[in-house]
């Protein structure tokens, strides 16, 4: 680490193999540094620590995400996929079709499917319960879960959803460099953007899924005809990996401390708080950029114009000078304000589905599970982006 007058440069490369893997350190060494580090590398600025990643979070005005929230800058260079309507916009052209999304995934409308949901994680549960004592964790939960509710949700058809998951990969990946991640999996990326784009027409939903809703939305002219397509692929690119990562964080949160366990089955009212800690403590949106639409002072350092800025909101949610105890999962903690979902007009939009998803899978475990804990080593799979679980393999004892 150098510095140049009183702005620290590194040449610490976030999106090296091993730092994906095991980021702490290296989150710990660029809140430490300053409140933004110029990493010289991708030739990027960068905020680690809480108060400045928050603040560019909720001031879309002077950090756009319309560039693109990731490395590239969409002004500059063409986009792999037309952008996306959420994650990738400003205001205006962000307002209708995030509002006409919120009506359809907002708490009130997912109110319709909770009894379902938490009935179908018992039977999720009961079947794991019924085959082995030991297994592992993101196989059959994790990722079993929110591949059999959310897809009927929108409307899919059940062919071809083991696309799903691989293109979600793909597109975090896409976000970062142009590493061996990205170019590894470019061959089979197309297989599997076809069939999401294929499944965001029409014809392609059931007529009672969210898919199908946005699609009426076009036709009372609240979105357009054109946008339906891509808002519906914005749910089948981060509605599910997302949530997945999510849900494993909470399992290996919850298999290695089995005090907070304890507590959970003791208060399964706690499922919704396990979750968000675990969002809080593993982050599984690990990084996000933003754009400087004009010269931003910070009172260190000048961000010019057009420069990329490098959000670590993992880091942020570790941060000290936020957090007590910050390295620790605590279900005394209260985790609200935690960045995990992002922050401001840009917050994910989908987290409250993530939520119910997680908190009906809990609820369920907790009624029938009494011990859970690990049975070997916890695997990364590594993504430019997320905090990706490859392998958790757990050994639990049923409830008496």
């Not at 430490?32 to 960068?46: F, K, M, Q, S």
């Not at 392609?204 to 899924?209: E, F, P, V």
């Not at 609240?222 to 999510?246: F, K, M, W, Y």
């Not at 009494?370 to 050994?395: F, M």
Request: hydrophobic share 45%.
């Amino acid at each position: 680490m150098t510095t140049t007058d009183q702005l620290p440069v590194s040449d610490i490369d976030p999106f090296a193999m091993d730092v994906l893997e095991d980021p702490w350190a290296v989150h710990a060494t660029l809140r430490d540094a300053a409140p933004v580090v110029y990493l010289r590398r991708y030739g990027v600025y960068a905020m680690a620590r809480y108060e400045q990643v928050h603040a560019a979070l909720t001031d879309w005005q002077s950090f756009q995400s319309g560039a693109g929230v990731g490395l590239s800058h969409f002004g500059q260079e063409k986009p792999w996929r037309p952008p996306s309507l959420l994650l990738e916009a400003d205001p205006p052209r962000h307002d209708a079709p995030r509002n006409v999304l919120a009506g359809i995934i907002g708490p009130r409308a997912l109110r319709g499917l909770r009894a379902q949901w938490f009935a179908e994680a018992e039977r999720l549960v009961d079947e794991v319960l019924a085959e082995s004592a030991e297994f592992d964790a993101v196989d059959r939960l994790a990722e079993a879960f929110p591949l059999r509710v959310f897809p009927d949700a929108v409307g899919l058809p059940q062919e071809g959803r083991e696309h799903l998951l691989p293109y979600g990969s793909f597109a975090f990946n896409a976000f970062g460099p142009r590493n061996e991640l990205v170019t590894s999996a470019l061959t089979e990326a197309g297989e599997h953007a076809a069939w999401v784009n294929g499944q965001c027409t029409r014809e392609s939903l059931s007529d009672n899924g969210f898919g199908s809703r946005i699609w009426s939305a076009a036709d009372h002219y609240d979105i357009t005809h054109e946008q339906a397509p891509l808002l519906v692929r914005s749910l089948l690119t981060a509605g599910v990996d997302t949530t997945v990562n999510g849900i494993a964080a909470v399992l290996y949160a919850l298999a290695t401390n089995p005090d907070q366990w304890q507590r959970l089955r003791e208060t399964p009212a706690l499922a919704r708080v396990a979750f968000d800690e675990a969002v809080r403590w593993q982050s599984p949106v690990q990084t996000f950029f933003r754009t400087a639409t004009a010269d931003i002072d910070l009172g260190t350092v000048v961000v010019p114009k057009d420069q990329k800025i490098l959000m670590f909101l993992a880091a942020a949610n570790r941060d000290p000078r936020r957090w007590h105890d910050p390295d620790r999962f605590d279900l005394a903690r209260d985790p609200s304000g935690h960045v995990g979902f992002g922050m401001g007009i840009h917050q994910c939009i989908g987290q409250h589905v993530a939520r119910l998803e997680a908190e009906a899978l809990l609820t369920a475990l907790t009624a029938r599970v009494e011990t859970i804990e690990l049975t070997g080593p916890a695997r990364i799979r590594c993504n430019n982006t997320l905090r990706s679980w490859q392998r958790v393999p757990v050994r639990i004892r049923a409830a008496r």
